[in-house]
């Protein structure tokens, strides 16, 4: 038998229930849904009739729960399943991850400054906002932060190296650009580069692409990137720790720099050997100028080298040193040689004068060799490379034609590539392929293509490319260049003993990187065949990863990659935002004239200026909401941020349940007549109380949505949705005479010239001290108080409500600086579910049912599971105590009988 | 010599731990400087700084420090002692320094939250907090705190439905219950009525199943026709003597008590026409009548609210009769239960209803009647039931009232209900009360009509008065015999109006039902069960634990001039048999009332001795 009392709701009902049983020694698991215990009654500013602060009297209640050692407060935490029955109940509880340590935490709240992320603050009913990490309200118990972090972010999922893209977009929009940098850093090395010569795929599973156009992901990454750099933050990292280990890493391509960088950050002592004469690897000698200035990948390159990694150029390993020597001098090694050498097209006349291979002719153009192509050139390809190449051939004043087999849609190349192509004038022979290379005179002369259809999809899911027979065709050219891929150029290393694969690139294991030889790691495009930069990035960072530990003497096994987080999707955000996405349209890039992107290799899209910046930074929907930018990780003392924290399922064995989840405030929108939304100074009575509260989004003031002004005159209107059996809520609310009654008067209590009027059906002052109050509020106040029916209009002039009620039968206005509606009270929303779970019957108008409602009221219809306060229908707030006091005799009483208590 | 050896024994060894908070503290007061001069105080052994110290590196440093040390007292100055002193506390006493020798000096809420601006300043308020706090700790003594013993036993003062529903909870958990009502039988005010509101059933057959389970009960022990006779003792030890009709004083003792003394009907003396005309009668007499069948035959009948009540005898709105008003008048409506009487001879006064002028029919239909529906239900209901249509009963009702308590589900489900059955409520203000005369011998009550603004006369058959409930005659007796005290109105006063409506501020006595003031049965039952828990605590864990912060009492300054007795609002201090004030410890607060008054000054509080607090007060005013 059980001697324990699971308590829903951590409300003041809840409360005082877990407060009663524990004070007599029975154990209780307060479950609180919210991240802070507290319930409505902590949102309230007073309480009538005393007008007693009410958090003043409610917060020592509170850490009194909360540290009662008989009492297991679970907050952000929800009952999942229950089973059993009176006296041996057993009930699953999710315990949602919070990702702060509740102990080490100790609510400082330096992380809410550092957080980039905005949202609206529930708990002050929207009016303000809160950031991801938060604790609801300053008196938040337990007093640790939570992160709302519902997913991972589709942008951030898309990226193949794991940087959180939403986290710089965050990072940016509040302009913390340096903090932009360092986290696109711990994955990206080279932002500026990156951003721009990114294919972006986080751009693709951008959540606004279905709403307007994506954000432009990779363009602010190249803007902060230059932003930082420009201002003069962007210095090194200092390194805290010096380690003796040496690390070759061969070959200063992407993924070599990567994880020459990760492992000089930890203290290694890396050195690089690079074939030719420049960093980059691909970014130098594969990526023109037009799309990555080399004064931008030699500063960028720069950056990471000042982390104490020597470079020796002009190195080729297999031909200027063995690898066999590399093992036996250094610790590790790390190839990342990359795919540089070009593959044929395999047709007649490809070693004719004139045919430039893709990847040598733009190696030779960046190596500021003069090349000589002829007037009429074809390219022949459809990736990257080819676009490359023939806006290159075309700046260089050809007439280009680029080749390719299939059609525009399944081009690889970059859309922005292929638009940037079309725009500046190259032609495309799409459906075509070459047949072979006519020449005379040991020149070319044409070419010689075949026309293609698409046939069934191949293994790549693209349509295959069928020739049609005896369609067979000439262009006249005098130059081709076939871009069609890369391979490495193993026979260069010089090693018999890698492991290489059946396509001719190094064979590692896919998990760590390592190759058949211990101690050496392969990655990039010599392991993968040609890819993008980011994906070398991601190989990079994932052999330093495996490197350190092999150097720290751990196990290489490599760690599993679970990726399994809830990516967000619009559905998730329009139901947290209640609504729709409003549109914005997508700051453009701008680029240099027309004339000039013929002609010179200028930089073709202009990186956006801080304002461009801003603006389409803002456009973020917060998808996580949790940008998962790091930022607080960094900022918190107690290192209580766990990133890593997983929902739990806790299985409770209680001999009694008490329900009290408490109520919801209606949203009045759709009564209309109210002109809630509609008209700015209309306000729901909660909204008013959280202004008035001192700690609240106005810091204690009223103020006029329209102009923030103190309104001087007041109109409450009570039974807004209430006592209405149209919309569902026949019943009277209990509560909110004497509630509109405590606003007025602290409306005057506020401002000395504040005068309310209160429009009622009846004013229920109907319990001890309540009429007082009313006769004080009349007489001390100045509030007055009409018997009538109201709806409100708006004076549009003065954004003025204009109140109409009748009086005597006559119908009359009246205009008011502000006007409060007092909304209906419903039991909170998710009732239905929780009542589906216990199996508990609900009323018709959703509160939980107490059938014996004279003498047992508080007994719900299933034995060992008791009610308290307003989920169980409308109740005040000493009521919801009783209740909660009376529903802790019942549970204790069946533990009584059970064995148990 | 040996005697400097003794001093330098108990000279004082403070550790003060000074919190940065993080950039709370820390970005507005200059902690270092704090720290340095901390360190500078008298006995202050050591002094640091921790960037957390609620933090575990911060704690383990209160610990070590502790013990290298070898300090004796401490004080932490961070954030609030409301939510970290018990975190601290316990600290303390992991490392073997009594709790009561913690001391905690806020310098977050009341230095560097409300002075960001002005850092210098903050660092100076800082550094006088962090002196004021290490001159009373100083002068701390480790303090024990004490047990008593709980005699698991409870007594519960009224046999109605809130005393019998809290004696059946507590029985329930096990404990023996002393049930005293003063009656021949178990039932309240409630056995008097013949309907109740939201159940078809009698009051009888309603409350028969928990009479009857309370005269089932073994742990129940029914005194009727009996009350308490005097009460002695305090929280867990209380000896009562239960009077009797002639009966001999029986003896028990018990634990806590419950008040559940219930409430009577204002007799409505000279208020609208009662007394006057036999058709007037308060509500309660109209259910003496239904329960007798003895009601004249009727036509038409009007119920007047607010009797006495709102600031007429009484201030209150006494919140159950429109309710109760609204029961009887469907009841009436639907002629339930063949309510109404045979007795012929009455129907003779019946007089007839007075035709409306047609003009004001047209007056009344016109307005905002088309929004008013659509709406819901608004008020001038008495336009809408009209004049043609009257109930089923063929029995006019009409309810004058000022403003229709229906508050919640079901009362508000019942109002709607009448007014579908055709009663009319018709408004009336304070300053316009119905008048009720007799015309002709016959019966009528004269009103204004609020819409149409006119007076009016509508000629009744039975004029109900609903009268407020109203404090028991002896309430103040019981008052004073527990020392629980009555509100402005009579009724008995909760240790708080918001989070202890059954609490008594004396621990051991809570309160429950109609003797707190007007509640229905269900409102009452969850007070009833609600005292039950509260009073049942100290029963379960057989002892009730003091915290070491209470008074103590200097028996060779202590005139006994009861000063203190009279002051302390916990009933902790009481005279000795040699006349001199003993502090009851299980009972008191610590609250220091009873120091501050003692003419004598021979009350000083444990762990807030006017040393102590001399002490920090003149370090407050030293200059630095």
Redesign the interface.
Known sequence: MTKSVMVIGGG?AGI?AAL?LA???IEVDLVEKLPSIGGRMAQLDK?F??N?CSIC?????M?DCY?HPSINVMTYSEVKDISGKAGDFKVDVLKKARFVDEE?C?G???CFKVCPVSLPNEFDMGMRERPAIYVPFLQS?P?AATIDRAGVAPCSDKCPAGLSAQGYVSLIRAEKFKEAVDLIRRTIPLPSVCGRICHHPCEEGCNRTDVDEPVAIAGLKAFVGDYVREQGEDVPTPIEEERKEKVAVVGAGPAGLAAAYRLALKGFKVKMFEATSKPGGMLWWGIPDYRLPKDVLTAEVDHLLAHGIEIEYGKTVGKDLALADLKKEYDAVFLAIGAHKSLKLGVPGEDIEGVLHGVDFLHRVADKETVKIGKKVAVIGGGNAAMDAARTALRMGSDVTVIYRRTKDEMPAIAAEIKGAEEEGVKFEFLASPVNIQGKDGKITAIECIRMKLGEPDQSGRPRPVPVDGSEFTVEVDTVIPAVSQAPDLDALGSKDLAVTKWKTLEVNPGNLSTNIPGVFAGGDAVSGPASAVEAFAAGNKAARYIEKSLNGESIEPEPEEKNEHVITLEDIKARMDGDIPKSERVLRQHIPDDKRKTSFEEVERVFTKEEALKEAARCVNCGPCSQCEACAIAC??NAIDYNMKDQVVTLNPGAVIVATGFDVWDPTSASEYGYKKYPNVYTAMEYERMINASGPTGGHIVRRSDGEHPKKLAFIQCVGS????VGH???C?VCCMHATKEAMLAREHYEDANSTIFY????????????YI?RAKSDYGVSYI???A?VQENAETNNPVVVF?V????QTEEFDAVVLATTLVPRKDTIELAKKLGLKL?E?G?FESPD??????KSDLPGIYLAGYCA???D???S??????????A??VL??SGG? | MPENTSTEKEKPRIGVFICH????IGGFVDVKAVTEYASTLPDVAYAADN??T???DGLNNIKDSIKEHNLDRVIVSSCTP??HA?LFQRTCEAAGVNKYMFTFVNIREHCSWVHMKEKEKATQKAKDLVRMGVARARFLEPQEETKVDVTPTALVVGGG?SGM?AAL?LA???FPVHLVEKDEELGGFVKNLHG?M??TKSANE??K??IDKVNAHKNITQHLNSHVASVEGFIGNYDISIGGDGAEAKEVKVGTIIVATGAVPLVPEGLFGYKEHPNVITSTEFEELCNKKELPKLKSVAFIQCVGA??QKV?????VC?NVAIKSAINIAENRDNMLGVTEEKAAETGEVVEEPAAEKK??E???DR??R???????DEDEAGEEAAPSSGVEVTVFNR???????????EF?KAREKRVKFV?YLPDNLPKVSVKDGKLEVGYFH????MERTMPVDLVILSTPLVAQPDAATLSQLLKVPL?QDG?FQEA???????DFATDGVYVCGTC???AD???A??????????A??PL??GFVQAEALTSIVDETKCTGCGTCVETCPYSALRKNEEGITEVIVAACKGCGCCGATCPEGAITMTHYTDQQLLAEAKAALEEV
């Open positions: 003041i005082q009663d004070e007599r020694g309480t009739p005393t007693d009297i409610l917060a020592p209640k850490a540290a080490k100790n400082c709240g330096d118990v007093r003392g107690p006592r209405n059996p149209q026949p019943y009277c209990s059906k009846d004013m229920r002052a109907c319990a001890k001290g309540f009429n007082e006769e018997n009538s029916d709806t009748d005597g039968g006559k119908q009323t108008f509160f409602s004279i003498l047992d009221f508080g229908g409308p109740a707030i000493p009521e105590v009783a209740q909660g006091s009376s529903a802790a005799a019942k204790a009483e009584a009988n208590g | 908070c993080g950039s709370n960037l957390y609620c933090a575990e409301r939510t018990p439905v529903t909870s329930n958990m096990g109740l939201m159940t309603t409350i199943p928990l709102r600031g201030s209150y709105c006494s919140r429109c007056a009344e016109e307005g905002s929004r008013r659509r709406r819901g239900r608004g008020r001038g403003d229709v308590m229906s508050y919640g589900v079901e009362h508000e489900l709607n408004r609020e819409t149409l603004k509100g009724f708080h109006v918001k989070l202890r409506p059954v707190r003031g007007p049965i269900s409102e039952v969850s007070q009833a069960a609600a005292a039950a828990s509260r049942s605590i379960a864990n």
